[in-house]
């Protein structure tokens, strides 16, 4: 899509954020960066600013009911006094090398 006299000036994220009202501004940066939007056929950078002449490719963007529905967060492993379990070595009972046990602790 070539830019205009609208665009003229603007930098390339507002540009888009403009042109992309439903998509987050998270998957603006993403595209930007991936090098998937190009100016005049160059990868560009989210503050490049923008010639009336120029010419924007855009990738095909999904939003709203046609975008992917978004993964939920992993549940949170949490023992009854609310702190995280232990996982790997640290719930098997293994030590650092030269980390001292109990029993050597209450000895010394």
């Known amino acids: 899509?070539?830019?205009?006299?609208?665009?003229?000036g603007q930098r390339l994220?507002?540009?888009?954020?403009?042109?992309?009202?439903?998509v987050p501004k998270s998957h603006?940066?993403?595209?930007?960066?991936?090098?998937?939007?190009?100016?005049n056929g160059?990868?560009?950078k989210p503050e490049h600013r923008l010639?009336?002449?120029d010419i924007v490719r855009v990738p095909p963007v999904r939003t709203g009911a046609a975008a992917p529905p978004r993964r939920a967060p992993p549940a949170m492993v949490a023992?009854?006094?609310?702190?995280?379990?232990?996982?790997?070595?640290a719930a098997a009972g293994h030590r650092q090398a030269g980390a001292a046990s109990p029993c050597t602790a209450a000895a010394a």
Request: charged letters at 40%.
């Open 42 to 44: 160059k990868r560009a």
């Open 51 to 53: 010639l009336a002449s």
């Open 13 to 22: 994220d507002n540009f888009l954020g403009r042109i992309l009202e439903d």
């Open 79 to 89: 023992g009854p006094d609310r702190r995280h379990r232990l996982r790997g070595s």
């Open 28 to 39: 603006i940066f993403r595209v930007i960066r991936k090098g998937e939007v190009r100016v």
């Open 1 to 8: 899509m070539e830019v205009g006299e609208r665009g003229a």
